[in-house]
């Protein structure tokens, strides 16, 4: 009796589970045929590489791809050194006790802050408080404030899955504790470095509500002329599109459009994480 019991209960969590996978997969393949239905109809390579004409209502959206590019390069720039030395730190050197707890308590909290709250942070420190001004280097930084939690957060993860008997081995080789970190442990959890850096950049470059107050603007015909100027940005250019523009029907089919160019994007960076980590993986194996 008690077997039957555990065979149903097995097969009611197999069923459980492989429903939940048809109703995720089900939703996705629903938000992926509306978007190529209505988005599809506009693009071309004169919407890809094109700049913007008639207050967006011709011409393309390149400005909008390379901004939104810029930005997740400043992002990285910016987050990944300080959220990979703080994992570091956190994993390797910090000792057990309550300033670890406040730290990791302070990174998760701000895991969870809304994009928008750190848009305001942006503005209040970057665009005023230090004068950057709405600009590339004002939303970049804000943007690896948003990403910087989720990498430090990754790359713990990952350093923890190193196992020790390769620390004890290095040191017991006669190097030191640095030089182990560097040498040894940041090599073997590189797979999964990369995949959680290049995810938290992919979340980095669909976000509105950062870069609405401290980059971007809905119309430039011209190419952002260094870290100073103002930017067009995907995310930003769909909410105006939506929001502000003067000829509804023009502008709805090229936000739709904007919106299948994103997840393109999108989908092409987390495409990019697989390879590095599938590669990072194999010259580990050798």
Do not use: C, D
Not at 47 to 64: H, N, V
Not at 98 to 110: H, S
Not at 178 to 196: D, E, H, M, S
């Amino acid at each position: 009796m008690k077997r039957n019991a555990r065979q149903l209960k097995e097969k009611v969590m197999f069923s459980l589970s492989g429903a939940s996978m048809v109703v995720v997969v089900g939703f996705l393949g629903l938000i992926l045929a509306f978007l190529i239905s209505k988005g599809a109809e506009v693009i071309n390579w004169e919407f890809l590489t094109e700049m913007p004409r008639q207050a967006m209502s011709e011409g393309g959206i390149y400005p909008a791809i390379i901004g939104t590019l810029l930005l997740a390069l400043g992002a990285i720039i910016f987050a990944v050194p300080l959220g990979i030395l703080a994992a570091i730190y956190l994993s390797e050197y910090a000792g057990e006790g309550r300033l670890k707890r406040w730290i990791r308590i302070g990174v998760n909290a701000l895991a969870g802050v809304p994009s928008v709250v750190f848009g305001l942070f942006g503005l209040a420190v970057f665009v005023i408080l230090f004068g950057f001004g709405a600009s590339l280097l004002s939303g970049s930084l804000t943007l690896g404030l948003l990403i910087l939690p989720l990498i430090i957060r990754s790359t713990e993860e990952a350093l923890k899955t190193v196992p020790n008997s390769f620390r004890e081995a290095s040191l017991g080789l006669g190097a030191t504790k640095w030089q182990t970190t560097l040498r040894v442990v940041l090599p073997t959890a590189l797979p999964n470095i990369l995949t959680g850096v290049i995810l938290a950049v992919g979340r980095a470059a669909g976000e509105t509500a950062p870069i609405l107050f401290t980059a971007t603007v809905f119309f430039m015909k011209r190419m952002p002329e260094g870290i100073m100027s103002k930017v067009m940005a995907l995310p930003y250019h769909i909410y105006a599109l939506m929001s502000e523009g003067i000829y509804p029907e023009k502008h709805t089919a090229i936000a739709y459009g904007t919106a299948l160019v994103l997840l393109g994007l999108v989908s092409l960076i987390n495409l990019t994480a697989i390879i590095l980590r599938t590669r990072a993986r194999k010259k580990k194996k050798w």
